[in-house]
């Protein structure tokens, strides 16, 4: 498996603009973790899923943000409208409840509000 | 999920063993001590993680006091490539739960 892939790697978008990150979890995975990582706050947890539902968005910072995960291969965090106080990395994991123990992390999408 | 505390930062030189503490006095009986670490802009990684007996891997060591309130994360010959921020977790293993990052220890390993 090549891991959690998360897409794109990079965004910089301006102020005000609709902002979409991706993430494919690793196959067969029932859980998945959206987080924000700033230096101010360091890694936060925003949302997470289990078997594609969401179970707690208590992190969420505000009705700008919303997650969707349409199936266990697919989730989207979107961001509308950005703010520069969004800029951040956002990462996300899977793992699987009941087998393994560890969650996997993708590589991140490094987003920058200007 | 216990909250943990840990020193924010730790020098270790290169070769010798890094010892990284980690308290977590209102740990519950079922609550596992899980590490990470985070090597600069990527991902966290899982090390290790156990319950109440000590455990190794390739990787890291973890040693688990017996009233349960405090650990240390081992890595034996650090290198540089350990340089890292390394988390401490405490959390329900097998259960739909949050995995809470704290600010961790930021571990620089020096030549």
């Known amino acids: 498996d090549a891991g959690v892939i998360q897409s794109p790697r990079h965004e910089v978008t301006e102020m005000g603009q609709e902002v979409t990150l991706r993430c494919k979890p690793i196959?067969?995975?029932?859980?998945l973790f959206w987080y924000r990582q700033t230096m101010m706050r360091g890694l936060e947890l925003l949302i997470y899923?289990?078997?594609?539902?969401?179970?707690?968005d208590s992190g969420m910072p505000e009705d700008r943000f919303s997650a969707k995960m349409p199936n266990a291969s697919f989730s989207t965090l979107k961001i509308q409208p950005s703010e520069p106080r969004d800029s951040a990395v956002y990462f996300c994991?899977?793992?699987?409840?009941?087998?393994?123990?560890?969650?996997?992390f993708g590589q991140g999408t490094r987003l920058t509000v200007v | 999920d216990a909250k943990t505390t840990q020193p924010p930062s730790m020098d270790c030189a290169e070769g010798r063993a890094a010892n990284l503490p980690c308290n977590h006095s209102?740990?519950?009986?079922?609550?596992?001590v899980y590490w990470y670490r985070q090597i600069h802009s990527q991902g966290p990684q899982y090390i290790i993680h156990?319950?109440?007996n000590n455990e190794t891997n390739e990787m890291a060591s973890l040693i688990i006091t017996e009233d349960r309130k405090s650990s240390t994360l081992i890595l034996p010959h650090a290198t540089l490539r350990d340089t890292a921020v390394y988390y401490c977790?405490?959390?329900?293993?097998?259960?739909?739960?949050?995995?809470?990052f704290g600010t961790g220890t930021r571990l620089q390993v020096f030549p």
């Open positions: 196959s067969g995975h029932n859980s």
């Open positions: 156990g319950l109440k």
């Open positions: 994991a899977s793992i699987l409840f009941g087998r393994n123990t560890e969650a996997f």
């Open positions: 899923f289990n078997n594609n539902v969401p179970i707690d």
């Open positions: 977790i405490v959390r329900v293993l097998l259960n739909t739960d949050k995995l809470i």
């Open positions: 209102t740990i519950s009986g079922n609550e596992y």
